[in-house]
C-alpha cells in the first residue's frame, strides 16, 4: 500500500467510526419518541378473591391434604383501572396479572399522572418507586405535607410523576424494567390487602407510542407474595393453611394466561414483597433467561421488594412449570404453569 493508500484507507475508516458512533448515540439517548403525560384513573375497591379459582379440579383427597386449600376465598381490596375520570368503565388487565394493579408505563421525559379515586373503606394512598416525585407526590403519611397525599374512602386525589432517565434501564439491560407501586398509609397491611401494582418503564430507544418496548414480544409481571389471611386467636397448625404462598394472587398452578408461542422474545419482570418468610427463588423449567444482559439462568432470587427483569427466548414448545424453589413454597402450592405453542 502505498503512504496516500494508507491515508485514505485511515481517514476511512476514522469516517466509518465516527458514523457508527453517532448513530448509536441518536438510538440510545433520543430515539423519535415524543414524551408526553400519561394520565391513569386507578381506584381502590374492596372485592372478594379467590387464590385458587379452579381448586375444584383438584380430587378430594388432594384438598383434604392440601391445608391451604381449606379456605381459597378472602376479603381483598384492589386497585381497578377506569378509561376515565367518571369511574364507570373499567379497562380490561391481562388474565395473567390477576391481583396486581393495572400497569402503569412510562419513558424518560413523560409525566404520569394518576387520579386515584378511594372507593374502599380504609384511607389508602399510591407510593411509585423509581420515579420521581415531590413530598405532596409520595404517598406516604407525612406530617409536614398534612397527609394531603392520600385517600380517604369516598375521596380523590391526583398524583404527578416525573420518568427521568434514573429510572430507564441501562444500555446492557434491555428495553425496558420493572418498579412497583403500592399503597403507603400502613406499608405493611396495606400490601397484605392487595394494593400494589407494576410500573414499567422503557427506554427512549426501545419505546412504542404506547410505552411498550419494541425489543421483545411479550412482557409478564409475576409478584412472588405469601399473603398472610391468618387471624389473632388461630393455633399455628390453624393459621399455616390461612398463609396464601401466592404469584399475582393465586396458588396451586392456577395462575392463568401465561401464554407465548415458540420464537417469542419474552421479559418476565419479577417483584417480590413480604416480610422474613418472603425469600423466593422464581424457577423456570424447560428454558433458561437471560439477566440483564449479565448471565444465564433458570432462578431468579427475590427478596421483600425486590424488582428483576429478565428475558427468555421462548425456543422450547411446551407446558412448563414456573415456580418458587423454597421447598417449604412449593409443598404450600407457590407455583404456576406457563405455555409455549410449538
Ligand atoms: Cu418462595
Redesign the pocket.
Known amino acids: 500500500m502505498t503512504y496516500k493508500k494508507k491515508i485514505i484507507f485511515l481517514v476511512a475508516i476514522f469516517f466509518a467510526l465516527f458514523i457508527l458512533t453517532a448513530c448509536n448515540i441518536s438510538n440510545t439517548k433520543a430515539g423519535d419518541y415524543n414524551p408526553r403525560t400519561r394520565t391513569y384513573y386507578i381506584a381502590a375497591e374492596d372485592v372478594e378473591w379467590d387464590y385458587a379459582p379452579e381448586s375444584k379440579d383438584l380430587s378430594e383427597e388432594k384438598l383434604e391434604e392440601k391445608v391451604w386449600l381449606t379456605q381459597t376465598k378472602y376479603d381483598k381490596t384492589r386497585f381497578i383501572e377506569y378509561t376515565d375520570d367518571t369511574f364507570a368503565v373499567k379497562k380490561e388487565q391481562p388474565a395473567w396479572l390477576g391481583i396486581l394493579g393495572p400497569i402503569i408505563r412510562g419513558v424518560p421525559g413523560d409525566t404520569i399522572k394518576v387520579v386515584f379515586l378511594n372507593q374502599a373503606n380504609k384511607t389508602y394512598s399510591i407510593h411509585p418507586h423509581g420515579l420521581l416525585y415531590t413530598p405532596e407526590n409520595e404517598g406516604v403519611v407525612r406530617d409536614d405535607v398534612g397527609g394531603k397525599d392520600m385517600a380517604a374512602p369516598g375521596e380523590r386525589y391526583t398524583y404527578t410523576w416525573q420518568v427521568t432517565e434514573d429510572a430507564a434501564p441501562s444500555l446492557n439491560e434491555g428495553g425496558s424494567k420493572v418498579w412497583l407501586y403500592h399503597s403507603h398509609v400502613d406499608a405493611v397491611s396495606d400490601i397484605y390487602e392487595g394494593l400494589m401494582g407494576p410500573i414499567i418503564i422503557t427506554s427512549r430507544a426501545s419505546a412504542n407510542e404506547d410505552g411498550t418496548p419494541r425489543d421483545v414480544d411479550k412482557e409478564f409481571v409475576t409478584l412472588?407474595l405469601i399473603f398472610d389471611e391468618s387471624e389473632e386467636g388461630m393455633s399455628d397448625e390453624e393459621k399455616e393453611g390461612h398463609l396464601k404462598?401466592a404469584i399475582n394472587g393465586y396458588i396451586f398452578d392456577t395462575l392463568p394466561g401465561l401464554e407465548m408461542k415458540k420464537g417469542d422474545k419474552v421479559r418476565w419482570h419479577l417483584l417480590g414483597l413480604g416480610t422474613e418468610v418472603?425469600?423466593?427463588?422464581p424457577h423456570w423449567h424447560g428454558e433458561t433467561v437471560s439477566v440483564r444482559g449479565q448471565y444465564t439462568t433458570d432462578v431468579v432470587e427475590l427478596l421483600p421488594a425486590s424488582m428483576i427483569s429478565v428475558d427468555m427466548v421462548a425456543d422450547n414448545p411446551g407446558e412448563w412449570m414456573y415456580h418458587?424453589h423454597?421447598g417449604d413454597?412449593i409443598t404450600a402450592g407457590?407455583s404456576a404453569m406457563y405455555t409455549i405453542a410449538g
Open positions: 412472588f404462598h418472603d425469600l423466593h427463588t418458587c423454597v413454597h407457590m
